[in-house]
């Protein structure tokens, strides 16, 4: 019943409570109590009674309209018979479904190869890439001058490459 209230909440309603009712909440308490026991009782006889009008043994879990049909008017020949047309359609569907998974998977792993392939390509063009890409001197010559300054920075070591820009989040699959 309060399995999705954390701690705090459950004070908060307890401190709520004793603000509302004050000196009366033992009595509001024991009233709440002695009216779901009474409720308790009531869905206990009503299962009762209508078990002993229908001569079968009921659960309250059997009053549930699906449930009472297949136990009690439905033998298990008619049940099988109704369940088999049902059954191929979901064995075409759970293998058309599977199908497709293996499809995605393969799409996935494309891309991962894709993704791997354009690293490598910017590991071996280094930091004199973004110099010619760019095509002007000025381009070249702010290449040189960053990589000149990360050296010092990285003690002589090379820059790392950026990562490339993409329309789309390729870690979001």
Not at 31 to 41: A, E, P, Q, S, V
Not at 146 to 152: M, V
Request: negative net charge.
């Amino acid at each position: 019943m309060f399995q999705n209230l954390n701690w705090w909440e459950i004070a908060a309603l307890l401190i709520a409570a004793l603000l509302i009712f004050g000196d009366k909440l033992p009595k509001v308490i024991a009233d709440g109590l002695r009216m779901m026991r009474n409720l308790r009782n009531m869905a206990t006889n009503a299962t009762a009674d209508l078990s002993r009008e229908l001569g079968t043994d009921i659960k309250l879990e059997d009053l549930h309209p699906k449930a009472f049909i297949r136990k009690h008017i439905l033998s298990e020949e008619e049940e099988q018979a109704i369940r088999k047309p049902l059954q191929g359609l979901y064995e075409d569907v759970k293998s058309d479904l599977n199908g497709v998974k293996g499809e995605f998977g393969s799409v996935r792993d494309d891309i991962e190869d894709v993704r791997h392939a354009g690293r490598r390509g910017q590991e071996s063009t280094g930091a004199t890439a973004n110099g010619s890409a760019n095509g002007s001197a000025n381009g070249a010559a702010t290449a040189g001058a960053t990589a000149a300054g990360t050296a010092s920075v990285n003690g002589g070591a090379a820059p790392a490459p950026a990562p490339a820009a993409h329309g789309f989040d390729l870690d979001a699959t």
